[in-house]
């Protein structure tokens, strides 16, 4: 824990700019005086596209390296065609910097409303892998745009990749009270990727005789986010599982208006990337109506990550007093990050 | 429609002898006297592999050639290897019979159990694909065992295999109330598959002016379902995105002892098969807990194709009936397959 945090700002698009703001509010009110914060705010995302063809200039990958970590807001703009700024901006990110550990925490706050009847106990972890799996990048097409087009998509798996990412997620599992580990893929069918991951999980398992371990496949694993959430701990999946099945948890636990994430590099070698999972949102982007609450939560898990526990837990205290005092009138993003803001500086 | 139904019959594994024995049960019932059925068992799956090594032997595909339809059951066995008769059987049937049309309704019927609050009115269809995407069994491992293994897993999508497909998903929208199509895939990652998904939907929707159309990413989709399922009327997507979202889709509409589904080719150039979205359920096979309906219902979907639809609308209006005068008491497999032929059959 360094008593000074340097830290690189990427607004992005949409609510972006909005959600940011309130976190850096309650990241600046929950640090102890004697712990200097720099920030540097990083234009990047759709307007910059329009305005220069440019994603993420080598130049700024490069300057982006030198920050203890990063908060980024969303990005993605229905002005920009679908996947320009996510690859060439997000992924790009989180491949370069190796955030092999995309950490999604979901919990059912109290008072907050979730679609499923019964309000079942909720308070798991995904750890979803960050920089193989179809998300490489890796495929291509063939006659494009004729009626004999063949479009490939190539799923990359190493065992140095799987090995690292369930190596962390037992160690998690270890560390929390149930000591639960769930691995969710779909070797039934994806047999060469689905029987790597298991093997790997089952041999590295044998480190860690504490951790009670599952395997669910994909499809099977949707079925108990809605019928038994809260059967699950620590689950660890692949890049394209962990996207879809975070949605769906944020979705169960009260919305995507919660949902924090961080992509981690456990070595330091390169910063780790906070943000929430929502999207930029550009409907409702400029109306005070975005909820801070998922960067805030982010803030939260950067905290974490740079060893400033009490304080990350601070926040995730706040937020749970906060859910639990709230009466249902609505209130403004400023609102929510004045309101948070105050709970954690008190 | 012809007036005789030459079908094949596969039971399979685990509850799969018993929930077949009620669809023919009601298929029985429900059929015209002067229809003649004609049926033939294989004996396929678990304890066959055990016994001969085989899963699906050529003399025995020839054989499946020759019918109007197969009833399935259910395949898999935790004796046997994860993958072995998924692949060996399973989808090779539904890849040697060209079943492009993975067709799977999800309804809320009266009466059942959703884990979802304020119960909302569901009901829609998943075209899913059938013979593509990451299901080919393309893809291999290098070095496997090894720390320095590889494990690819090569989704192939082929303009010719996604206009089929998105065609066949028009078409049912456009002859439903609503007319809504809504395609999901992941354009913004899976950018070679996705682009071209969604540039033959773009193209083929301007032959259905009438039909509303709506993409999401998958991940989206998720929340959705959960949030706001009566938004979806007709949606189609890719093969896995299809696995998932019907098993999302079948617990969010009471549970997968309800969910049926047809794998059809509808040039009937080849049988097309009809089995329960469920698995074969070894925890509970032959003690009679095992919900037929689901086999019913494909059943149902079985005389539609073949050109039955007064008594696929019977079968449907009968489970309709069934679930809504249903008093919450624990009825066996056999008595909910009597309760059923006997409306079907009044
Ligand atoms: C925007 C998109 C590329 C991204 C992903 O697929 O990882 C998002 O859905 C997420 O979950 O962070
Ligand atoms: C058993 C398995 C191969 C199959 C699939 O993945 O298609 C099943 O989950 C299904 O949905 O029919």
């Given at each position: ?144 745009g004729t009626p004999a087009e063949v479009a490939t998509e190539v ?192």
């Amino acid at each position: 824990m360094s008593t000074s945090i340097n830290l690189a700002v990427i607004p992005g698009d949409g609510i972006g700019q909005e959600v940011v703001a309130q976190g850096l509010k309650v990241l600046t009110a929950v640090l102890p005086q004697d712990v200097k914060l720099e920030t540097r705010q990083y234009d990047l995302g759709a307007q910059r596209w329009h305005r220069t063809g440019e994603t993420l200039p080598d130049a700024e990958l490069e300057a982006l390296k030198h920050h203890d970590a990063i908060l980024l807001g969303a990005i993605g703009d229905p002005s920009v065609p679908s996947g320009v700024l996510e690859r060439g901006l997000l992924l790009k990110l989180r491949f370069a910097f190796d955030h092999f550990i995309n950490l999604r925490p979901s919990k059912l706050f109290p008072n907050t409303a979730t679609p499923l009847a019964g309000r079942p106990d909720i308070d798991f972890v995904v750890v979803r892998e960050g920089t193989e799996g179809p998300y490489t990048g890796n495929g291509g097409s063939l006659r494009t745009g004729t009626p004999a087009e063949v479009a490939t998509e190539v799923s990359i798996n190493t065992a140095y990749g799987v090995e690292r990412v369930v190596r962390d997620a037992y160690e998690r599992a270890n560390s929390r009270p149930r000591k639960k580990l769930t691995l969710v893929h779909k070797n039934n069918v994806l047999v060469y990727a689905g029987h790597m991951w298991k093997n790997i999980f089952d041999k590295v398992g044998q480190e860690y005789p504490e951790v009670t371990t599952d395997y669910l496949h994909v499809d099977a694993a949707t079925i108990f986010f809605v019928t038994q959430p809260e059967r699950f701990d620590v689950i660890v999946t692949d890049n394209l599982f962990g996207d879809i099945l975070t949605d769906l948890a944020a979705a169960v636990t009260g919305g995507i208006g919660l949902a924090a994430s961080g992509n981690i590099n456990p070595t330091g070698a390169f910063p780790s990337m906070f943000e929430p999972v929502h999207g930029s949102a550009p409907d409702i982007a400029g109306t005070g109506k975005a909820d801070p609450t998922a960067t805030i939560l982010s803030v939260a898990l950067l905290l974490r990550h740079l060893g400033y526990e009490a304080e990350a837990v601070r926040i995730e205290d706040a937020v749970s007093a906060d859910l639990a005092e709230r009466d249902g009138t609505f209130r403004s993003t400023d609102a929510i990050g004045d309101a948070l803001a105050a709970r954690v500086a008190g």
